[in-house]
């Protein structure tokens, strides 16, 4: 389909990156912002800028009426949604559809189809993919139990509709199994506008290692390696790496080809990822996929030297990948690290406040995507992502000890962030024996 | 612009210490400068555009929403509303178009129309200046 003018549907380092792949594509481009973002100066950078609404991201960002109207008068042909926001909205997809708008990323089928977790898991089963032990959460207070003792201690209640982490409780006995099912669900239906739950066995400690795949409208699925998400705070990532630390060849090459066979058959287009779980004895499981660019892209581009944002657009305009498996190979090691406006010695309270740039991170390797600017109010309505803090190695040593130096030259006053457990993280033993698990963070506070 | 407003810019600027005050009304612009001690020479002029300046006894009506704006509700009939006229609670202004939705928007309280600041059919953001009333 061709386009020639891309409306930018969010905003903070997404949208700039989202405007800086238009640019390089020759396309026009439409900046959307709240009052709260006008003196965002990447507007700047887009062909036009458009205030759509007040700060509050219900009445702005997240306001189909105000994106679709927006997009109507600006004359736009196509949307990119970045992350969060309206990005994995099927509904949003649809509107899309039905005012002939292009939407950068999958068709409202599959958005659906990946939207429901329980249907998703269902369809990687179907093609031989391993999934853990689970099953639906029944109404009835006796089939519960009963499912919860087939399954198996310790297990997570998660939200059909959720993922990221929406509407997620662990549960570690049959005591605390109608409690857990109570507020997931009472949860799912705030965060996910649905109720629906299933429970799924817990694996003690794993790794999280997800895949980036890209699809096209012919059917063909590309992956473009594995990236390691396993250090986490409460299932939101700190720390992602690509490609996966210690990870056994045969075990690397069974998750690219679970991520393809995953992705074909939900008739994935566009770039997704598809998200596994990985056991201490070898075992891998999948968990969800994600229907959109991840906030961790940037270590794939690093290592792989392709333009994810960019293939999202060329994909969305001829329908047919450009690039072929065989032709892509990657390169070094590449860790990133997110420098959140969250205080971690007060338990990661959001820090809100004016920032004040006294020196930012660059040369060799270092790759920083931010919308940080002088005098940039930090706000409370948004997320606290600040910055993406790339260091890129000829191997993972040397992406490590560039990190830390990155780290100690990202130096901001005005809100508390993540900078220096950040840098306690990289120069941990732990860390740098890669020794890594979702508990990474919970032995190191304690 | 009436003599009374004048007035009111020159007090402004001598309360506020200012070396020059200026003031757009669509095509017109009025400046009023006053140089002698206290005043720091070099600096920018302080640019008060109509919308914002309450001196000259106007407050704004602006955009609830992001849209196409339509001072009429049809393309061969009279405006809503015509500079000069009385508005009360609860007068249609303007018609903004959403997504093929026709959103009727409202005066809040009684003026007089002063000026219409936005063309028939032109596209308007959300928090844009649409008319200047005098309250009434």
């Known amino acids: ?446 | 612009m009436e003599l009374g407003e004048l007035r009111e810019i020159i007090k402004l600027l001598k309360e506020e210490g200012l070396s020059e005050i200026t003031v757009w009304e669509g095509e017109r612009r009025v400046t009023v400068r006053q140089e002698g001690p206290g005043v720091a020479s070099g600096e920018a002029p302080v640019v008060i555009d109509t919308v914002r300046n309450k001196a000259a006894g106007a407050t704004a009506v602006s955009a609830p929403l992001v849209g196409t704006f339509y001072r009429r509700p049809s393309p061969d009939a009279e405006p809503f509303v015509e500079e000069g006229a009385q508005v009360e609670p609860g007068d249609t202004l303007c018609i903004i178009e959403a997504m093929k939705v026709m959103n009727e928007i409202k005066a809040e309280s009684a003026g007089r129309l002063r000026q219409a600041l936005v063309e028939d059919g032109e596209a308007v953001e959300y928090g844009q200046p649409l008319f200047l009333f005098e309250p009434t």
């Open chain 1, 1 to 446: 389909m061709t386009f020639h003018k891309v409306l930018v549907a969010n905003r903070g380092e997404i949208a700039l990156r989202v405007i800086e792949a238009c640019r390089e594509s020759s396309l026009e481009s439409v900046a959307l912002y709240s009052e709260a973002d006008a003196a965002m100066p990447y507007l700047r950078l887009a062909s036009e800028s458009l205030c759509i609404g007040p700060a509050d991201p219900t009445r702005s960002y997240l306001s189909i009426p105000a994106v679709m109207s927006a997009a109507e008068v600006a004359g736009a042909e196509a949307i990119h949604p970045g992350y969060g926001f309206l990005a994995e909205n099927p509904h949003f997809v649809e509107v899309c559809e039905e005012h002939g708008l292009v939407f950068i990323g999958p068709d409202s089928r599959v958005m659906k189809l990946v939207g429901n977790k329980l249907a998703a898991r269902e369809k990687a089963a179907s093609v031989g993919v391993p999934v853990l032990p689970g099953a639906a959460v029944p109404t009835d207070e006796k089939k519960l139990r009963a499912a919860a003792e087939r399954i198996g201690y310790p297990l997570f209640v998660k939200a059909v509709f959720g993922g990221g982490g929406r509407g997620m409780r662990p549960v570690q006995s049959a005591d605390g199994l109608t409690d857990a099912v109570v507020a997931a669900r009472a949860e799912a239906q705030r965060a996910c506008g649905d109720p629906g739950l299933y429970l799924e066995q817990a694996v003690t400690n794993p790794r999280h290692v997800e895949v980036q795949v890209l699809g096209d409208r012919t059917g063909r699925v590309i992956h473009l390696g594995e990236r390691e998400c396993s250090i986490q705070r409460r299932h939101q990532k700190l720390i992602e790496e690509a490609p996966a630390p210690h990870l056994d060849e045969v075990l690397r090459k069974d998750l690219h080809r679970a991520a393809l066979a995953t992705a074909h058959t939900l008739g994935y287009q566009n770039a997704g990822t598809v998200e596994f779980v990985l056991d201490n004895d070898g075992g891998f499981y999948f968990i969800e996929m994600n229907a959109r660019i991840q906030v961790e892209h940037p270590v794939s581009e690093v290592i792989v030297g392709v333009n994810l944002v960019k293939e999202q657009i060329c994909l969305a305009r001829s329908g047919a990948l450009a690039i072929s498996q065989e032709a892509l190979d990657s390169r070094g090691h590449a860790i990133e690290c997110r420098i959140n406006a969250e205080d971690p010695t007060r338990g990661f309270l959001p820090s809100c406040g004016r920032i004040e740039i006294d020196e930012l991170p660059s040369g060799n390797g270092v790759r920083l995507d931010t919308h940080l600017h002088n005098g940039m109010e930090v706000s409370p309505h948004y997320d606290s992502l600040l910055a993406k803090v790339i260091a890129w190695g000829r191997d993972r040593e040397e992406a490590r000890t560039r990190m830390y130096t990155a780290l100690e030259r990202f130096r901001i006053r005005g809100v508390a962030t993540t900078r220096s457990l950040m840098q306690e993280i990289v120069s941990h033993p732990a860390f740098r024996d890669e020794r890594l698990g979702t508990d990474f963070l919970d032995n190191l506070t304690t």
